[in-house]
């Protein structure tokens, strides 16, 4: 019944939605002020798209029934991932996942390599991997790198994956393991809740909404994500992945070489001496044998052997400039023996020209060590990787928030996802406003550094409704954007009088208000009763956070620029965290004042009545917005004893 | 590679390198002995101690100046050499031909 009326929701919304925003922008624009006007009707556009995808996502939102037991003899590694954590943290999540009913082997996979970790973890008899010579100089890949290392000296079938805050409950297993029954599935995602909230959640740190209806409706499009902790994984798929995406990269890193390979060659040649006929002659030949490599790739041959073949030339190329050398070394040997002859001291050696060429013809050795560029670009287009320290990356290692990617990835190769809806395991939240606010910049970072490096929408293994599911996640950390719009059209309004919308009132509370209405009612059904009341002021309030996260992700995706990440941290960080929310602080007064200004120039005459109002009343749902912010940075941390809390 | 020469009297020059010994500074190294045994200094110890990397074409470059310097009646020592310069000389047997002395300096007054 009550899923009937969700359904009705999800259609009346879209219904009224496309109602109100295509009258809109075909009716209702302020032409004159269509600076102000052009982004509200976009903003609102937007809008309508999130909650378009909400709905879709709603439209399957179900608590799955339970999985079977799981049959016995199942083999299954524990992975705690660690960094800079305290060891006391990570100890206590060490001793209750060792402490997990069903057999399995236990591991802290520590990325600080410290000695005192080490230590703890056998005490504790737990494993103990950190990463070895093979990361000396090459890309750690942070978490990701961690996992890969790990999977590469691990055996079991099935992994459970814990952040060092973590603790699992004992019968984590026993519940969630049983979905792998079915041999499609890949991944097993459990909610993350936090044990360390004060009340009222001051840091929005619960995620009611996402960890229950959200997942649960991406689950019922197949598409729950992996959210990087609390999951269980079927160590079969990411090996695939792995093997698929090595033989993804390669490909690419080839064509992006052979696509540059002119330019190379063409630099290289304007560096060298036109007359010297040698290097001339030897980059001629290796410009051909780039062309014959890009011709046959593009009838499909296969890279191996293109590659193979591009490296037998080029090294033809290196014996027949070695046999050159050695060939006039020879005609000068011949004629200082001549010399000598007379003379007393003959020089008796005799050259074995063919094993020389060989050896001097050699990689290391090869005269086409003199053209730099050009052998760096020959390297690049061989299939070892010998950038990575490890050729398998099986967890993506595009975004700073791996789970997603590989998951999306997952769903790319057919895989199964499950959502299970049981707490098993209980998480420590960050306790000042700083930390949390670091945590959802990295958060909204890595979601669109997948969105610019692997579009879900243009992922051809995914159906349509896996890519909109991941989409719709993308599309709401865009919300900043739309934030901006929301808090300067009143402040406009009340301050100059300009209105966006070119209408009169009642025709718009006529389209606006019935979707207002439904929309809201649509978000209380779906929570369940749950309050979502501290998620919607955050998803307004941090527009800041949003937008930074946005150019943040594009400079470093297209210009190759550093995320500025920082890992999040699970101790208090100490100081002032009024600074943190400035921009939000001085938006605020400006509503304010803006308000008083508004209500002036109603008073004096000049305002328009109903306009006034109705911006007045946004303000102040704006400044209630807002301050949430308030406690966020007034918050000291969390006191299992309430009455301790100062306020 | 950037080379100098330092003459040490009696047709003795040292000729210091540095840099690559390779495909494109082969030439260079040809010319330099060229104009030094014109200048009469037919004598002359190669310093290869600022040399990390030789090739075929540097080596090519080598036995060149060691002609050169015997057909004007003099001769073409080397010094210094690195492990990788050895390696080549190793492999194409020319350390009998090329006979590495320490130094330079003294590679003629043994």
């Known amino acids: ?647 | 590679m950037d080379y100098t020469v330092k003459d040490l009297g009696g047709g003795v020059a040292v000729l210091s390198l540095d840099g690559r010994l390779n495909m494109v500074s082969a030439a260079r190294l040809r010319e330099a002995v060229t104009s030094t045994v014109a200048k009469g200094h037919v004598r002359i110890a190669v310093d290869l101690a600022g040399v990390d990397f030789m090739d075929s074409s540097g080596l090519g470059a080598l036995i060149s100046g060691l002609k050169t310097a015997r057909q004007a009646g003099g001769d073409l020592r080397i010094a210094a050499p690195s492990e990788q310069v050895k390696l080549v000389l190793q492999l194409t047997n020319m350390e009998r031909v090329l006979l590495a002395h320490e130094r330079a300096e003294t590679a003629f007054s043994g």
């Open chain 1, 1 to 647: 019944m009550g899923f009937a009326l969700l359904r009705v929701l999800v259609v009346a919304t879209i219904l009224l939605g496309v109602n109100y925003v295509a009258w809109r922008w075909l009716f209702s624009l302020n032409w004159y002020a269509w600076w102000i006007a052009i982004p509200l009707v976009i903003a609102e556009t937007y809008s309508l798209i999130d909650v378009a995808l909400f709905g879709m996502t709603m439209w399957r939102a179900r608590t799955r029934p339970r999985p079977p037991v799981p049959e016995a003899g199942l083999t299954v590694d524990v992975f705690i991932t660690t960094y800079n954590e305290p060891i006391e943290l990570v100890a206590d999540t060490a001793r209750a996942a060792r402490d997990i009913r069903y057999p399995h082997s236990t591991w802290i996979l520590d990325d600080g390599a410290r000695d005192d970790m080490r230590a703890a973890a056998a005490e504790l008899g737990v494993g103990y991997i950190s990463r070895g010579e093979e990361w000396k100089g090459r890309p750690l890949h942070a978490k990701a790198g961690n996992l890969n290392n790990a999977l590469l000296s691990t055996e079991g079938e099935f992994l459970l994956i814990l952040d060092a805050d973590q603790v699992p409950l004992p019968h984590i297993l026993d519940n969630a393991l049983g979905y792998f029954a079915d041999p499609k599935v890949a991944l097993v995602q459990t909610p993350q809740e936090f044990g360390n909230v004060a009340t009222g959640d001051p840091l929005g740190s619960q995620a009611p909404l996402f960890y229950g209806p959200i997942q649960q409706g991406k689950d019922g499009w197949n598409a729950a994500f992996f959210c990087g902790s609390n999951a269980l994984l079927r160590r079969e798929a990411l090996m695939q992945l792995g093997l698929t995406q090595y033989v993804r990269e390669v490909e690419r890193a080839v064509l992006v070489a052979l696509r540059g390979a002119d330019r190379v060659i063409s630099r290289a040649r304007r560096t060298t001496d036109p007359n010297d006929v040698m290097i001339n002659a030897a980059l001629d030949e290796i410009a051909l044998a780039v062309d014959t490599a890009r011709s046959s790739l593009k009838q499909g041959e296969p890279i191996a052997r293109v590659t193979y073949d591009l490296q037998q030339q080029i090294d033809a190329v290196s014996h027949a400039m070695v046999s050159f050398d050695l060939h006039l070394l020879e005609m000068d040997l011949a004629a200082i023996r001549e010399l000598d002859a007379g003379a007393g001291d003959p020089i008796d050696v005799l050259l074995d020209v063919d094993s020389t060429v060989d050896t001097l013809a050699m990689r290391q050795l090869s005269p086409l060590g003199a053209l730099e560029s050009v052998q760096a670009l020959l390297r690049t287009i061989d299939v070892d990787r010998s950038d990575e320290a490890v050729p398998l990356m099986p967890l993506a290692t595009i975004s700073v928030t791996e789970d997603m990617a590989t998951s999306m990835r997952l769903h790319g190769l057919g895989w199964k996802t499950v959502y299970h809806h049981e707490l098993l395991a209980i998480g420590l939240a960050p306790e000042d406003l700083g930390t949390m606010l670091k945590q959802r910049l990295r958060w909204a970072q890595g979601t669109m550094q997948v969105l610019l490096r692997e579009n879900p929408l243009v992922q051809r293994g995914m159906s349509w409704a896996q890519r909109l599911m991941y989409f719709s996640t993308m599309w709401s950390y865009l919300s900043g954007f739309a934030a901006v719009v929301y808090f300067t059209a009143p402040i406009v309004f009340l301050c100059f009088g300009v209105l966006p919308v070119d209408s009169n009132a009642a025709e718009f509370f006529l389209r606006f208000l019935p979707f207002m209405v439904v929309n809201q009612l649509l978000f209380a059904v779906s929570s369940r009763g749950v309050s979502t009341w501290r998620g919607q002021q955050y998803s307004l309030a941090l527009f800041p956070i949003w937008i930074r996260a946005v150019t943040s992700a594009v400079a470093n995706v297209y210009f190759n620029r550093p995320l500025g990440f920082v890992v999040t941290s699970k101790t208090r960080q100490e100081g002032n965290q009024w600074g943190l929310v400035r921009v939000q602080f001085v938006l605020a007064c400006f509503l304010i004042v803006s308000t008083v200004i508004g209500v002036t120039r109603l008073v004096l005459g000049v305002g328009e009545p109903i306009g006034t109002f109705v911006n007045v009343a946004w303000v102040v749902f704006d400044l209630v917005v807002l301050s949430v912010l308030i406690p966020a940075a007034r918050f000291r941390g969390f006191d299992s004893n309430p009455e301790e809390v100062s306020a």
